[in-house]
């Protein structure tokens, strides 16, 4: 079963326009973090924010913003007043802890994808 | 300047071939990652390297062999290549493996013929 899940494929807006991402997750892990990603035409992966479930901040890195819902498991990415710049595929990434609280020695760094929102903004 | 070298960009091999794919970061960080994106996939976590030691080995096939010469390099050894194995492979690198943002290269598209 998937783990990250980003229900729509593909979104369209126009510029100026704001949208927002929507993300769900599953894991057992007290600990965790969730980052979004963009995967730009010219292939380049690029680190956008990160929420840990730590944390009850809003986080926020320029027109990037996420909505995080712990309890639902959900993370929601807003970019607002968007620009054709913007257009590009989106990712959700989980990162957990570990299996069962396992010691730090034996974290390994896995990120766990979504297969990603396809986005097209629009002049 | 880039801060992940990735090398080559693109890659054609015939099946039973093998293959080297080189990364370098200069992020100064310490653990190194490979991911994989076949199509109409998900990227999948491959292989996790921490200050030159494996950390995780999620690959099935032992065809696939990281080696860490210095510790910012992570290259990926492939061999009897097959076509499944077409896809294109992501090195990565963050500060260390404790939930630290993760920097991707921009990708070797590999096909096998």
């Known amino acids: 079963a998937q783990k990250v899940i980003q229900v729509w494929s593909t979104a369209s807006r126009q510029e100026g326009e704001e949208l927002t991402l929507d993300c769900s997750y599953e894991?057992?892990?007290?600990?965790?973090?969730l980052f979004w990603y963009k995967h730009l035409l010219s292939g380049e992966m690029v680190f956008l924010i990160r929420q840990m479930s730590s944390s009850t901040a809003k986080e926020r890195s320029g027109r990037y913003s996420v909505v995080f819902q712990k309890s639902l498991k959900s993370i929601s990415l807003v970019i607002s007043a968007l620009q054709p710049d913007d257009s590009g595929k989106y990712f959700c990434a989980l990162w957990e802890l570990g299996i069962g609280g396992i010691p730090r020695t034996q974290v390994v760094g896995q990120l766990t994808f979504g297969s990603g929102t396809r986005l097209q903004v629009y002049a | 300047d880039p801060k992940i070298i990735q090398k080559p960009k693109y890659l054609v091999a015939v099946t039973g071939s093998e293959k080297i794919l080189i990364c370098e970061q200069y992020l100064g960080h310490n653990a190194m990652y490979w991911y994989r994106q076949s199509a109409k996939k998900p990227l999948e976590f491959m292989f996790s390297y921490s200050y030159q030691k494996l950390m995780d080995n999620q690959t099935a096939s032992s065809r696939f062999q990281p080696q860490s010469s210095k510790k910012n390099h992570l290259d990926l050894q492939i061999t009897a290549l097959k076509p499944d194995d077409s896809a294109t492979y992501f090195c990565?690198?963050?500060?260390?493996?404790?939930?630290?943002?993760?920097?991707f290269g921009p990708g070797t598209r590999l096909t096998v013929l």
């Open positions: 894991t057992s892990q007290v600990l965790y973090h």
């Open positions: 990565a690198s963050s500060q260390d493996n404790w939930g630290y943002e993760q920097y």
